[in-house]
């Protein structure tokens, strides 16, 4: 008896489903991207629930007539490509006649629609895939499609939705991308029939942009144009000064639709080199246009990957588009004293804010207004107390050492080998700094270098972590600083203001997705605040760790550690370094940081005796 059976169509577009439906916001892709390829100047996407409720997505395209209606919820079904061709030549964003049949196998599906030659509309109800209802009606010209109860029959699937702020994060992302593509259309976003973005038609991209990507994008925004015949380019990207975390902020558009490509990821941020450091990335919209037959758009079922039969000629294109315009900005900044070769580009000095308290800055602070705040001696009385004071617990414990090769260097980097004959950090003679990046102490014969920012993160880290027991110190900002977030963003920061409370934090809501911090832990000092806070977003959802509220603080205090910490190039006292040697003694970790780099590391009499050949 035969294996092999023919799938039942019900199955078979539930299968499919799985491929193009993956959570509500890919249904509202899928839904948005017929609505473009209608002509439609308005759209509004109505959402209850975070999606498990309803989608509903209404437009004012050119409609269906009555016979293709019917036809678009067939598989297979599309007017976007006739010919073995077109496959190969798509100029539309829907195109495989997937989505429609695909999400109303797996939800309780409603369209209404009336093309604009026709007098009337026809309006159609669908469960599980299978037609239950087709009406003429009175209806506006253009397409409505509603989505009730979206997994209803396939709870297995339903089970792997996130919460319904997740999901409505997911969402909102997917319009802002949508809007970003297509400027000279309306979107409006409503949840829970509660309006939470109009962004209206604008005939300038670039105010577009700003609405969408955040009013700091305004200062210093950077034009990109480019046209060799073969590649198109328009954009609109940060300056080097307005950079995030991770590149959430980047979006790529390649004939106009977004996409997701390293190759021109890759390219975009080497026409930035020399001006990020490592960990930074812009922000910006960067449009692409080559030939239709010449870009691959049918590589993924989402349709949000694309394969160009020349990647090569697109990435040195991208790049030299992206560094010529930097370098056009730097060149009216600077004027032409300098060969553009020569040129410096120079960061722009962080922002100081005056805050309330019961102390002054010490002269040692007057000095360094631009570095983190130093490790103090009660004996001040000015100056506040230590940073990171912990009750006395005994030193790290020792461990083997590793072997060296024949010329008696370490085949591994130096590492934490058997700390020293004494048990605690504070019993370290200690000798000085070496480029004042690193702490040089002798222990008898062996040498111990400690990483000073290392060291210090890992103990404001576990200063931090004692301090959420009782509210942090804090120190009130004299004229709150207001930050603007998008609206997964914003319910998130919102979702976690009671936890970064208890680490010294006073931020509330201040209309729309925009917030004003008010207080900020003391440890921080004069720390850029704002791009902490937005770290701390990013890295919530970067990781995923939104939805668990102990992961998340853990790692909002690991960014406040490495924020508040001192820095490389930071010349200590001696003074300073017993204290901090003293606190490593009080940590429960004192030999890694929260981040896992080692604070510190040994080299023994016989490194240096084999280094030198004195023994072999």
Not at 516 to 525: D, E, H, R
Not at 563 to 591: F, W, Y
Request: aromatic share 6%.
């Amino acid at each position: 008896m035969s294996q092999i059976r023919i799938l039942p169509e019900i199955l078979s577009n539930k299968i499919a489903a799985g491929e193009v439906v993956e959570r509500p916001a890919s249904v509202v892709k899928e839904l948005l991207e017929n609505s473009l390829d209608a002509e439609s100047t308005k759209v509004v996407v109505e959402i209850e629930k975070g999606g498990r409720s309803l989608i509903r997505v209404s437009d004012n395209g050119i409609g269906m007539p009555p016979d293709d209606a019917l036809l678009s919820i067939e598989r297979y079904a599309t007017s976007k490509i006739y010919k073995n061709e077109d496959l190969f030549s798509i100029q539309t964003l829907g195109f495989r006649g997937e989505a429609l049949p695909s999400i109303a196998s797996v939800s309780r599906f409603f369209l209404i629609t009336r093309h604009r030659e026709a007098d009337t509309g026809l309006e159609l109800l669908m469960a599980g895939g299978k037609i239950q209802k087709v009406t003429e009606i009175g209806a506006p010209v253009g397409t409505q499609v509603t989505v009730r109860q979206l997994f209803f029959n396939t709870p297995a699937r339903r089970k792997f939705l996130k919460g319904i702020q997740t999901e409505m994060g997911h969402i909102a992302d997917v319009v802002a991308a949508m809007a970003l593509g297509r400027p000279g259309v309306q979107f409006k976003l409503v949840h829970n029939q509660k309006l939470l973005k109009n962004w209206v038609a604008v005939s300038n991209p670039e105010d577009r942009v700003i609405h969408v990507l955040g009013p700091e994008l305004k200062k210093g925004l950077i034009t990109v144009q480019h046209d060799d015949g073969y590649a198109q380019l328009e954009g609109w990207l940060s300056s080097p000064t307005v950079t995030r975390k991770t590149s959430r902020g980047m979006h790529i558009y390649i004939n106009g639709r977004a996409a997701r490509d390293r190759v021109i990821q890759h390219a975009l941020f080497e026409g930035y080199a020399g001006r990020l450091v490592k960990g930074q990335f812009p922000m910006g919209v960067l449009f692409i246009r080559v030939p239709f037959d010449r870009v691959d758009v049918n590589v993924h079922p989402a349709k949000n990957e694309v394969r160009f039969s020349d990647q090569k000629r697109v990435h040195d294109t991208v790049r030299s588009a992206v560094a010529h315009a930097l370098q056009q900005v730097d060149s009216q900044k600077w004027g032409r004293r300098f060969p553009q070769e020569n040129m410096l580009f120079i960061k722009e000095k962080p922002k100081t804010y005056q805050k309330t308290g019961t102390w002054t800055a010490s002269p040692q602070q007057e000095a360094k207004k631009t570095s983190a705040p130093l490790l103090k001696t009660a004996s001040s009385p000015s100056d506040p107390p230590p940073i990171g004071i912990l009750p006395n617990r005994p030193g790290p414990q020792t461990t083997a050492v590793k072997p060296a090769d024949g010329n008696g260097f370490s085949k591994q980097e130096p590492d934490q080998t058997s700390l020293w004959d004494q048990t605690r950090f504070s019993d370290l003679k200690v000798i000085g700094q070496y480029q004042d990046i690193y702490i040089v102490c002798e222990s008898n014969q062996d040498l111990i270098l400690l990483d000073q920012h290392a060291a210090h993160e890992r103990i404001l880290y576990e200063k931090l972590k004692q301090s959420r027991k009782v509210t942090a110190a804090s120190q009130g900002l004299l004229i709150p600083e207001t930050i603007d977030l998008n609206y997964r963003e914003a319910k998130i920061l919102e979702k976690f203001l009671p936890e970064l409370a208890t680490l010294g934090f006073e931020i509330e809501p201040f209309g729309g997705d925009t917030f004003a911090i008010k207080s900020v832990p003391t440890v921080l000092g004069e720390r850029e605040i704002k791009t902490l806070v937005v770290e701390m977003v990013e890295k919530w959802i970067e990781d995923g760790s939104g939805d668990a509220v102990e992961k998340a603080i853990d790692d909002s205090i690991k960014l406040m550690a490495c924020h508040g910490s001192i820095r490389a190039n930071q010349r200590l006292t001696d003074m300073e370094i017993k204290v901090m040697l003293e606190q490593l003694d009080a940590c429960e970790n004192p030999s890694n940081c929260p981040h896992g780099r080692p604070t510190w590391i040994k080299l023994d009499k016989a490194f240096f005796e084999k280094a030198f050949k004195r023994i072999v």
